[in-house]
């Protein structure tokens, strides 16, 4: 299989997953939640979808349990909707990327504070 249609497929179903959680299941669990990515594997057979959840991690936790729930009916209007061979079996992940992109940036933040501090009380010390 090519990598530019191992692309399409994972956008049109990244796509369609998205419109399917916000226009048709109606669950509280799934508030604020986004389809970041899909990964498919090479004979098509099995995808990863990834999801992101503005909130603390017991949000996340319940919209995956809310995505699993619906992963039937989900995988029917895939189905449905984009014509393939086989119909993946899917699997939702937590995408962890934006928490550990936020703590790379802190680490980076506190890293320049303490320069700071260093260069300031450095410069107090000298005498000229």
Do not use: C, W
């Amino acid at each position: 299989m090519s990598s530019q249609r191992a692309g399409r497929v994972q956008e049109a179903i990244r796509q369609e997953v998205s419109k399917i959680l916000h226009e048709e299941i109606r669950d509280p669990r799934l508030g604020f939640l986004t389809i970041t990515g899909v990964e498919l594997t090479n004979d098509l057979r099995y995808a990863r979808i990834y999801f992101s959840v503005l909130g603390e991690d017991k949000k996340k936790r319940l919209a995956l349990k809310g995505l699993n729930s619906a992963k039937g009916h989900i995988r029917g209007l895939i189905g449905d909707r984009i014509k393939l061979r086989y119909v993946p079996d899917i699997e939702f992940k937590i995408d962890e990327t934006l928490a550990r992109t936020q703590h790379i940036y802190d680490l980076f933040e506190k890293i320049k504070k303490e320069r700071e501090e260093d260069a300031g009380s450095n410069s107090g010390d000298k005498k000229t």
